[in-house]
């Protein structure tokens, strides 16, 4: 299957939640060192709600198609229900096999949001590394 | 021996169809057009072959053995040093000592040598095009004895800025790392002039020559350089193995790197005495059919003829300027290409060097997307990350058509979405 298909360009062309919030509660930025790719996510949290979530960054279509999704995903979700996202969620949420490398442009929006977050470290799915 | 990169009068065209039927890897139709040379090579049938022939006839280890496959795999062995030496015209075969790549090689000196010679208040002196492989061990070395690093830097064109040389190297430079050619831009650096003066300066020079030896001639004599390293798996050989020259007067006096097997005279207990150089330098067991292997590359790239391959890369990377020149929102980075090696970085406005890379994953054409090991000048260039297309023996014009229609196609998708 192509990588370049129709819905991940959608998410690229025209991103979902892109920007910025005046006021967050959690704001978090990291990049991927292998490409310099950057991501920066906003929270906005209510009752350990998501009630509000913006990304912004630069970098390629998978990473920021990821991003993209991801936002979309975890809008009006509990804080312990996005804890349990996991890599395998990602990547059936991108829903197309992707190499090694790519893998961690998908993950990089996962990472910022649970460095953020959670404080937690790593890339998903290999913090205990 | 005139000529500073070439020898003229080994000239002859390559018969790259010829050539290309030793790398099985092209066999499929449409062949894969592989323009990432400069990361790692592919590897022809006499190299893959000669490694079989140690495992499959004479499989031993070296040096140690008294019988017969032993001394024929010991006898190999240092047949591809001899190979070696030759090849940069070492004046001793015991000068070249084998490593697993470039930066294995780097690291003995900044630890073997730099332990003797560096010390707080020194200088080193690197430039803007280094790989992290010709940084970081100097980093860590400055940090280890307090010394500092200098940088000579680079025009906007990507060629060193000569005008600064003066001013960079001074009394308190003991060492100029530099690099022959940029993996980046694909500069062709005027070592000759650094090293003499550096030497003048009381400096000793090492070149990281990993994108200089496998593409054309290097003599380590008339450079007059003190320290060369290069890779194995970057000219057509295994990975696995490197080379690392120094003069003998400067490896003699340089304490070992690793401690263990093969490096020593005798042991006792509370004390060793050291083999002579090259083993010395060689602890434990090496990278033997590796080694045979890196022979029988020189063996190939030699019989293809060093000046030949220089003059098909400069060939090729002339025409792909002229192609991708054609191509909108492009920017190509480094000097023009008559001041280069068969290195291309580029940049489409627009499309991330991923997407660039993985567009062009998904028409068979192979080039790299990143920071290619060289942050620094990432950064220096104002850039993230590039794409960049690398040219060897085997590539075509054919190729280049491909990475040019590839990137036609990018463009259709990505930049008509973009707005
Ligand atoms: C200029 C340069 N120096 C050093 C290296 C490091 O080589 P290796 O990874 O084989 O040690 C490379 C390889 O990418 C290179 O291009």
Redesign the interface.
Known sequence: M???QEEL?DH??NPSNYGTLPNPDISHEEDNP?????IRMDLLIEDDIIKEVRFCG?????SLAAASMLTEKIKGKTLTEVKNITREDIMDMVGIPLGPV?VK?ALLALKVLKAGAYGIKGWPGEEEQ | MTQKTMHTSDFRPLDVQAIREDFPIFAETPPLAFLDSAASTQTPRPVVEAMDAYYDTYRSNIHRGIYRISEEATDQYEKARQKVARLINAPRTSEVIFTRNTTESINLVAYSWGSLHIQQGDEIVLTDLEHHSNLVPWQMLAQRTGASLRYLEITDRGLLDFTQLQDVLTEKTKLVAITHVSNVLGTINPIQSVIDAAHAAGAKVIVDAAQSVPHFHVDVQQLDCDFLAFSGHKMCGPTGVGVLYGKMELLDDMPPFLGGGSMIRSVERDISTYADVPAKFEAGTPSIAEAIGLGAAVDYITQAGLASIHVHEQELTKYAHERLQEIESITMYGPAPHQKAGVISFDIEGI????VA??LD?HNVAIR???HCAQPL?KKLDV??TARASFYLYNTIEDVDRLCEGLQKAQT??IR??K
């Open positions: 192509n990588i370049y360009l690229y062309e292998l490409c310099g790719d950057r630069h970098g390629c279509t998978i790519r442009c | 991330h060097p991923h997407d993985g567009i998904t997307a990143g920071h990432m993230i990350a998708l990505m979405r973009n």
